[in-house]
């Protein structure tokens, strides 16, 4: 249901209480016993459902421009980081919602390891409330190139074990594998996330784990893959 129709039913229904409230305070002003007390409480409720309609309102009304400079600084992001920081940055301060505000502070994370600034991507993200509400595929990218390779392993597996790894965060995993513990270990995590990677990464950590010299984990690797995928199987055919 769109937030505007959320919005219209909220406000009839603070209306219907308080009309409702005003009844049974008229009710018992002309002798009808026991509906004072029905009256205040609906009066009340009535006037704490406008309250919070008003409220997220406001909200709403704040995020038409946030998204907007959000949606400015996504389309930056691969081609002008520096523009994509601004953009994100003013997103951030116009928010209305904390939704809206994680999002931009993370584009804004992503726009600082852009132009280079690994350092301003961390502070981006430590501003993001509540600390679940991060985006672990972020977060990692950012302490992988801050040289904290086993926080980004960590988040990035926190993130497989909910299944919420993505492709990306897939190939980060394999690289962060390689850097901290080698090509075995990197084919290992290629092999465990071999759905999520797809063929054709798999094919590249193949390729990788070739030249590497790590012939055994590779011949595991390949060997499922063409049990799993026909696809694979008639490329690796062609190519052999």
Not at 93 to 110: C, F, H, I, K, P
Not at 206 to 228: C, P, W, Y
Request: with cysteine.
């Amino acid at each position: 249901m769109r937030f505007r129709t959320r919005a219209r039913l909220a406000i009839s229904a603070s209306l219907g209480a308080m009309l409702l409230g005003l009844a049974a305070l008229g009710a018992s002003g002309v002798g009808v016993t026991g509906l004072r007390l029905v009256g205040f409480v609906l009066l009340g409720l009535g006037g704490v459902l406008a309250a919070v309609v008003r409220w997220r309102m406001e909200g709403y009304e704040a995020d038409v421009e946030a998204l907007a400079q959000l949606a400015i600084a996504r389309a930056e992001l691969e081609s002008n980081p520096t523009a994509a920081g601004w953009a994100a940055s003013k997103a951030a301060a116009a928010a209305g919602t904390a939704q809206t505000r994680n999002r931009a502070l993370v584009t804004l994370a992503w726009a600082a390891l852009g132009q280079g600034y690994p350092e301003r991507a961390k502070a981006a993200l430590d501003r993001i409330r509540p600390a679940y509400a991060l985006d672990l595929y972020c977060l990692a990218a950012v302490e992988h190139t801050r040289g904290q390779t086993d926080l980004a392993i960590k988040s990035l597996e926190v993130a497989r074990t909910f299944g919420a790894l993505t492709s990306d965060g897939a190939k980060l995993l394999v690289d962060c594998y390689l850097s901290a513990e080698g090509i075995e270990r990197a084919v290992l995590a290629a092999f465990q996330n071999r759905k999520v990677l797809g063929p054709a990464n798999c094919e590249q950590v193949l390729t990788a784990a070739r030249l590497a010299g790590a012939n055994d984990a590779a011949a595991k690797l390949e060997s499922v893959l063409r049990n799993e995928s026909p696809a694979f199987a008639v490329a690796g055919a062609r190519a052999g």
